[in-house]
T-cell receptor, first 116, second 111 residues
Framework: AQSVTQPDIHITVSEGASLELRCNYS??????LFWYVQSPGQGLQLLLK??????LVQGIKGFEAEFKRSQSSFNLRKPSVHWSDAAEYFC??????????????FGKGTTLSVSS | EPEVTQTPSHQVTQMGQEVILRCVPI?????FYWYRQILGQKVEFLVS????????KSEIFDDQFSVERPDGSNFTLKIRSTKLEDSAMYFC?????????FGQGTRLTVV
């Protein structure tokens, strides 16, 4: 069955430290990959996406993610975390964006806390 | 910047009542979605809608739920005879065939 796994439920990093959030997927083919962020009481905001091409993609707020086909992973990184990055982060995949109404499948999320 | 708008932001309803959650997708998008997030749990897909019909739905989306695009701008989710376990944040999303953009959500509380 198709699945998205975010192994870390909760991560705490110090402000200014680097961050890596893990995401693994289970599909037969390469899916379309996304990272969304949800701040407390807010909706989901798209951070970045991977469709094809360069496996290192840049997003908003200084985030980047790297697609590794051999590991079925799409890990999110940021070199220096700011206190405002504290939020819930969701990895999501879609099998196809050409078929009408293809759903996004979300991981369970990783809660990021930032300590001073 | 275009955005998906959801109303109301918070709705409280009594068990057994019907509720309608409203969404205004981004104007040139063709694909519309509803997702649900129960407190502390992951975001779950409910239904997708394209060309005025449901194109995909999850096991959660049973006969209690229905969706409609009553006019050129609104996209609604109706929940009949609400249950306590329907309490959740409901997110509407739209896409133009690329990334999905989400609204801020409607928090539904069933008492």
């Amino acid at each position: 069955a198709q699945s998205v796994t975010q192994p870390d439920i909760h991560i705490t990093v110090s402000e200014g430290a680097s961050l890596e959030l893990r995401c693994n997927y289970s599909y037969g083919a390469t899916p379309y990959l996304f990272w969304y962020v949800q701040s407390p009481g807010q909706g989901l905001q798209l951070l970045l996406k991977y469709f094809s091409g360069d496996t290192l993609v840049q997003g908003i707020k200084g985030f980047e993610a790297e697609f590794k086909r051999s590991q079925s992973s799409f890990n999110l990184r940021k070199p220096s975390v700011h206190w405002s990055d504290a939020a819930e982060y969701f990895c999501a995949v879609a099998l196809s964006l050409n078929q009408a109404g293809t759903a996004l499948i979300f991981g369970k999320g990783t809660t990021l806390s930032v300590s001073s | 910047e275009p955005e998906v708008t959801q109303t109301p932001s918070h709705q409280v309803t009594q068990m057994g009542q019907e509720v309608i959650l409203r969404c205004v997708p981004i104007s040139n998008h063709l694909y519309f979605y509803w997702y649900r997030q129960i407190l502390g749990q992951k975001v779950e897909f409910l239904v997708s809608f394209y060309n005025n019909e449901i194109s995909e739905k999850s096991e959660i989306f049973d006969d209690q739920f229905s969706v409609e695009r009553p006019d050129g701008s609104n996209f609604t989710l109706k929940i009949r005879s609400t249950k306590l376990e329907d309490s959740a944040m409901y997110f509407c999303a739209s896409s133009g065939g690329g990334s999905a953009f989400f609204g801020q959500g409607t928090r539904l509380t069933v008492v």
